[in-house]
């Protein structure tokens, strides 16, 4: 597991782990949180699910539902989740569809 990092710009806490190359390039993850362990937490979960042969995502989710859950858990100031909201629902949904 990588080591939790303090992102100060950015007001959270960070932990990268690297994934299995792909196509000979380096495949990172990040885990974000308000604390170390919003961060950590997660982090391990992640790694257990992956060493217990489970799949990082279901292959069936869709776009609109990853959008939405995506949404729920963005990290972002008050004043910009409006706008992210609408970006979301306004123009990406509506263009791509919830396929």
Do not use: C
Request: aromatic share 8%.
């Amino acid at each position: 597991m990588g080591s939790p990092r303090y992102r100060a710009t950015e007001h959270r806490w960070e932990v990268r782990i690297d994934l299995e190359p792909v196509g000979g390039r380096r495949k990172q993850k990040s885990f974000y949180g308000a604390t170390k362990d919003a961060a950590v937490k997660p982090t391990r979960e992640y790694m257990h699910g992956l060493g217990a042969g489970q799949a990082p995502a279901p292959a069936a989710l869709k776009v609109g539902r990853y959008l939405e859950d995506w949404l729920a858990t963005v990290q972002v100031m008050p004043s910009n989740r409006g706008r992210y909201s609408g970006v979301v629902h306004n123009q990406m949904i509506t263009r791509l569809g919830a396929t």
